[in-house]
């Protein structure tokens, strides 16, 4: 069965640190790995997208990595701000799907002050 | 603001009754998604459109729900005889092809009571 499994589940941090989010998949075969942030009510919003020949991908104090060997990614985030509290989505498009991409189940960040 | 336009922005209907929700894409988008999002859950694919084409389904979208996107621009959800187990985020989004990003809408919150 196609997974997208995410840790940790929650986390907080002070404002200002570095924080690093995991992402597990099972999908096979595999298109494209994706990182979302979704505020509390809000739709997702893209932050990274990648291929499976991509190692990483970066924009702006974000940083996604992809290991399509161990079908692990994880996405780094640099000198927080109270802005990144939010929910990450990691998102994993099947090779040969025209439109079911496959969501975790996110990742609560609570940045404090 | 992602371009993505979704009406209504939230729906309280009774059990039983009919609901139908508008998403209008991005102008230059072909592709259209909808996806169900339950709180503490990432999202989770419904149906795909490529034009006015309705290309995939999932066995998620019961006989009670029904998707169009008649002339390819906007489309519709419509779930009839709804029941407490519908209550939900309803979120569209749209992309020009596979393997690009998806652009998604605010949401349409359903609560059914």
């Known amino acids: 069965k196609n997974q997208v499994e995410q840790s940790p589940q929650s986390l907080i941090i002070l404002e200002g640190k570095n924080c690093t989010l995991q992402?597990?998949?099972?999908?096979?075969?595999?298109?494209?790995l994706r990182w979302y942030k979704q505020d509390t009510g809000r739709g997702p919003v893209s932050l990274t997208i990648?291929?499976?020949?991509?190692n990483t991908k970066s924009n702006g104090r974000y940083t996604a990595t992809l290991d399509a060997d161990t079908k692990q990614s994880s996405l780094h985030i640099t000198a927080s701000q109270l802005s990144d509290s939010a929910s990450y989505i990691c998102?994993?498009?099947?090779?040969?799907?025209?439109?079911?991409?496959?969501f975790g189940k996110g990742t609560k960040l609570s940045v404090k002050p | 603001d992602t371009g993505v336009s979704q009406d209504p922005r939230h729906k309280i209907t009774k059990r039983g009754q009919n609901v139908t929700f508008r998403c209008d894409p991005i102008?230059?988008?072909?592709?259209l998604y909808w996806y169900r999002q339950t709180l503490g859950q990432g999202p989770e694919f419904l149906t795909y459109?490529?034009?006015?084409?309705?290309?995939?389904k999932s066995r998620l979208l019961s006989d009670r729900f029904s998707a169009e996107r008649p002339k390819g621009s906007f489309s519709t959800l419509e779930i009839q005889r709804t029941e407490q187990g519908d209550s939900a985020m309803y979120l569209c989004?749209?992309?020009?092809?596979?393997?690009?990003?998806?652009?998604f809408g605010q949401g349409t919150r359903l609560t059914v009571v």
């Open positions: 989004a749209s992309s020009t092809q596979r393997g690009t990003e998806a652009f």
């Open positions: 992402c597990n998949y099972t999908v096979s075969p595999f298109s494209n």
């Open positions: 990648m291929t499976f020949s991509e």
């Open positions: 998102v994993v498009t099947p090779g040969g799907s025209q439109g079911n991409l496959i």
């Open positions: 102008s230059e988008h072909n592709r």
């Open positions: 459109f490529q034009n006015e084409a309705q290309l995939e």
